[in-house]
């Protein structure tokens, strides 16, 4: 079955600490990884994708085929990004409509930066 | 547009009551898709569209929930006879292409369904 596991409902570390968000995912192929944010009051966007290997607001994360994992780590914590983090999966591949187009999501972990 | 428009925002339905529920995608995103999202979960996936064509509805969880996206662009979400079970915020995304092609999917803030 597909699914997206984030352990932990709550990260709380303080400004400047090192953060890692753990994502374990199951999955019967080749998926895309992604990572969203919900900060405050705002909508659900995109954080950055696997594909991508970039860095957004610092954060990097490293799709792990062995471990299945697809961890979301900042070296030194901000208070701004205080918010929801949703780990997701697509299943990849790229045929044309189907299901491959849909996302399926973790229960997410609420970071809370303390100053 | 500025993103994603849903409405309404919030809503209150009397169990049994059959709610409407709009989504105005990015202009010009042929993709649309709709998300349930319970309290204290992650956002699961009800229906996709590629343009008029509803390509995937397998996540809808009963026959009271229906879609449509008649012209292409905007969608409403029907729920019939509601249930409290159904109390969650329901989002709609929408992408330019095909998300299995790169297309990055924006979210709309969300409808708050509370059933009473």
């Known amino acids: 079955a597909q699914r997206v596991t984030q352990p932990e409902k709550l990260l709380s570390v303080f400004k400047g600490a090192p953060v890692e968000l753990k994502c374990n995912y199951s999955?019967?192929?080749?998926?895309?990884l992604f990572w969203y944010v919900q900060y405050s009051r705002q909508r659900l966007q995109l954080l950055l994708r696997?594909?991508s290997r970039e860095s957004i607001k610092g954060f990097t994360a490293d799709l792990n085929k062995g471990e299945t994992s697809f961890h979301l780590k900042k070296p030194f914590a901000q208070e701004e990004d205080s918010a929801m983090y949703y780990c997701?999966?697509?299943?990849?591949?790229?045929?044309?409509?189907?299901?491959?187009?849909?996302?399926?999501f973790g229960t997410g972990t609420l970071l809370a930066v303390q100053p | 547009g500025a993103g994603v428009s849903q409405s309404p925002r919030y809503k209150v339905a009397k169990r049994g009551q059959d709610v409407a529920l709009r989504c105005d995608p990015i202009?010009?995103?042929?993709?649309l898709f709709w998300y349930q999202q319970a309290l204290g979960q992650g956002p699961e996936f009800l229906t996709y569209?590629?343009?008029?064509?509803?390509?995937?509805k397998s996540g809808l969880p009963s026959d009271r929930f229906f879609a449509e996206r008649p012209e292409g662009s905007v969608s409403t979400l029907k729920i019939q006879r509601t249930q409290q079970e159904d109390s969650a915020v329901y989002l709609c995304?929408?992408?330019?292409?095909?998300?299995?092609?790169?297309?990055?999917?924006?979210f709309g803030e969300g409808s708050w369904l509370t059933v009473v």
């Open positions: 202009s010009g995103h042929v993709s």
């Open positions: 997701a999966l697509s299943g990849g591949g790229g045929f044309y409509g189907g299901a491959t187009n849909k996302l399926i």
């Open positions: 569209f590629q343009n008029e064509a509803q390509l995937d």
């Open positions: 999955y019967s192929g080749s998926p895309e």
């Open positions: 696997h594909i």
């Open positions: 995304a929408s992408s330019l292409g095909s998300p299995s092609s790169g297309n990055t999917i924006y």
